[in-house]
């Protein structure tokens, strides 16, 4: 989904992707995620949310993801 213009998510664009290993959510500029997007992501290892708009991550974002050994941020707008 790079360079893709979304504007919001819902848990069902990712429900059907459970063998899912790399995500790439970037340069779409979205603001916010729903805390349970990746709930049905078990076996992602990389996920790349960078150059987006995101100020926060939601508590329990990547949970399910007990795989995950890489995570991109980089060139979003957090706050610690």
Known sequence: LDGVPI?????????K??????LC?????????????????????ILHL??????ALPDGLIDTMKELETIDLDRNNLHT
Do not use: G, Q
Not at 7 to 15: C, G, L, T
Not at 17 to 22: F, Q, R, V, Y
Not at 50 to 55: A, I, R, V
């Open 25 to 45: 959510i970037a340069n779409t500029n979205i603001t916010k995620l729903p805390p349970s997007l990746f709930s049905a992501l078990r076996k992602v290892k």
């Open 7 to 15: 504007d919001r998510f819902d848990d069902a664009h990712f429900e």
């Open 17 to 22: 992707l459970i063998h899912l290993t790399t």
């Open 50 to 55: 960078f150059s987006n708009k995101l100020e």
